[in-house]
């Protein structure tokens, strides 16, 4: 067996600057002391098979894939999780040491974590969740919240039809709400997810009456730049406990770090300072 002497890893994506998953390994690399590196990819479209097909030669055991790759490197891998194949995407590819490239998805796992680690009274069973948006983030937390026993799932997008078919695909737990009225959906909400990119830095303002929010309700958005979203902010105000979005990044990066390093690590008040900086 071939075990390269100093192991890495890395990030897929393009473009890939911003991204702060190098940070957060390299970070936890540090931490523990662990032997190895981390490092951004800029990969296009037509270079994706080929540079994954190399990478365990040079030494990577494994890299995270990001925008626009998540669907693209399904085709690529040799063995594809459940839950990879459930969400119709991959963030995180293992290289096997018989050189076979194993992909998971980690995105529900990591908004999960989170979220229990932001309002750890939250209780999946205890009522519905409202989820603004149908995109890719979307389905991976709609697959983690049905799998978490959520009985009912609100889901509003401003294009209708593609929030119609993931109710087909996902089924009938998902009920479709209409963009417009999303508000009215909030009444008895035990959970409001925005994974639309509505709040980012860049991006117009969510905009949606918390008339009927009740602070019971528990609201999480997954934009993280700015760390507090008008949205957070606003339902702090009515005196919800709100938790942000840089959470869900850190933690889906846990399975990968573990599986390529041999550690699992922490997702802490350290890490997000380093994260942050
Ligand atoms: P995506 O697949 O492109 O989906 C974008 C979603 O936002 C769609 O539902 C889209 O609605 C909606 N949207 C965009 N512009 C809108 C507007 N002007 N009005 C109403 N709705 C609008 O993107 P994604 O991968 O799901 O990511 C969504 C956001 O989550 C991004 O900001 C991304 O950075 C963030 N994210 C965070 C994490 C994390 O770890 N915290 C992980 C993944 C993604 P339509 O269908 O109508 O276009």
Redesign the pocket.
């Not at 994974?195 to 509505?198: A, K, Q, V």
């Given at each position: 067996m071939n075990v390269p002497a100093i192991p890495l890893a890395g990030v897929i994506g393009f473009p890939i600057g911003q991204s702060a998953s190098p940070r957060m390994h390299k970070y936890w690399l540090a931490r523990y002391g662990l032997v190895g590196d981390y490092v951004p990819l800029e990969v296009s479209e037509s270079q994706l098979r080929n540079v994954i097909q190399t990478m365990p030669q040079m030494g990577f055991v494994g890299a995270n894939v990001t925008?626009p790759h998540k669907t693209a490197v399904m085709q690529i891998a040799d063995h594809l999780s459940d839950r990879a194949i459930l969400v119709g995407a991959a963030n995180t590819l293992i290289f096997r040491p018989d050189g076979k490239i194993h992909a998971d998805n980690t995105?529900g796992y990591?908004?999960m974590s989170n979220l229990r680690q932001g309002a750890p009274h939250w209780n999946a069973k205890s009522g519905p969740a409202v989820v603004l948006?149908?995109?890719?983030?979307?389905r991976a937390i709609i697959v983690a919240l049905a799998d978490a026993g959520v009985p009912q799932i609100l889901l509003a997008?401003?294009?209708r039809p593609?929030a119609e078919a993931l109710r087909s695909e996902f089924g009938t737990r998902i009920k479709v709400v209409d963009?417009v009225q999303a508000n009215t959906a909030l009444e008895d909400a035990n959970l409001l997810v925005n994974?639309?990119?509505?709040g980012?830095i860049g991006?117009?303002e969510l905009r949606l009456s918390l008339d009927y929010l009740s602070p019971s309700t528990v609201v999480t958005d997954?934009?993280?730049k700015p760390l507090r979203t008008p949205l957070l902010e606003h339902a702090a105000a009515r005196g919800c406990v709100t938790v942000d979005?840089?959470g869900?990044?850190l933690h889906?990066g846990v399975p990968g770090f573990e599986r390529w390093f041999g550690q699992r690590p922490e997702v802490d008040d350290a890490l997000r300072q380093a994260v942050l900086e």
């Open positions: 925008i995105d990591g908004f948006g149908a995109g890719g983030a979307a997008n401003r294009t593609k963009w994974t639309t990119s509505l980012m991006q117009p997954i934009v993280y979005g840089l869900m990044l889906q």
